[in-house]
């Protein structure tokens, strides 16, 4: 199963205004430098917690269905599934009826309970699974802890450019805000 990134997020989950402001900065000379600091700490905490912020667009390939159609899904949390589609030998796609798959996003990690697929016909990637994943489009879907580590990783990493500061992933505060929405690997 392999997950390939499609489209980004619209929008990032702390605005470049709010961080700015947590950082009490006021010119507007280092805005490039702060939003792309944003953008690697939401990078960041979602490779820490394994779960997206915002929504995503992504494809699921797969080789094969697994036994009894259930496939557990990489990315979480899933918001919806676009399309599913099953290619035959020549590379032909045949969309699967989105009323025969059955989306369990509650699960952790995220489900989909296929039934009545085809099977592929081609021999490696004869599966795309189409999904949207993240907590939702706007930052406010966005948990507040998720929001503040991100806040104080940009804070840490604007203070301390060019400083290598131990080996540690996330600053132990930082850290501690996304503990509780780790996922555990498969």
């Known amino acids: ?3 390939i990134f499609v489209d980004g997020p619209a929008v990032e989950p702390v605005t470049l205004p709010e961080m700015k402001a947590y950082l009490r900065l006021d010119d507007e000379g280092q805005d490039d430098l702060v939003a ?16 997206l912020l915002i929504e ?9 269905w697994p036994l009894g159609g259930k496939v557990l899904l990489p990315l979480s949390p899933v918001l919806a599934v676009d399309s599913v589609k099953v290619f035959d030998a020549a590379g032909a796609a045949t ?16 489900r989909l309970v296929v039934s009545g697929a085809p099977e592929p016909g081609k021999a490696r990637h004869g ?19 998720l929001k ?17 500061v131990g080996s540690q992933v996330l600053p132990p505060d930082a850290m501690a805000l996304v503990a509780p929405f780790q996922r555990p690997r498969l």
């Open 148 to 164: 503040l580590a991100i806040k104080i990783l940009v804070a840490h990493w604007f203070e301390n450019r060019g400083d290598v």
């Open 95 to 110: 969309e699967v009826a989105l009323d025969s798959v059955e989306l369990d996003a509650a699960s952790d990690p995220p």
């Open 56 to 64: 995503q667009g992504w494809h699921i390939v797969m080789d094969r």
């Open 127 to 145: 599966i795309r699974i189409a999904l949207r994943a993240g907590f939702g489009a706007s930052p406010d879907t966005v948990p507040e802890s």
């Open 36 to 51: 792309g600091l944003i953008r690697a700490a939401r990078l960041m905490v979602e490779s820490v917690s394994r779960r």
């Open 1 to 3: 199963m392999i997950p």
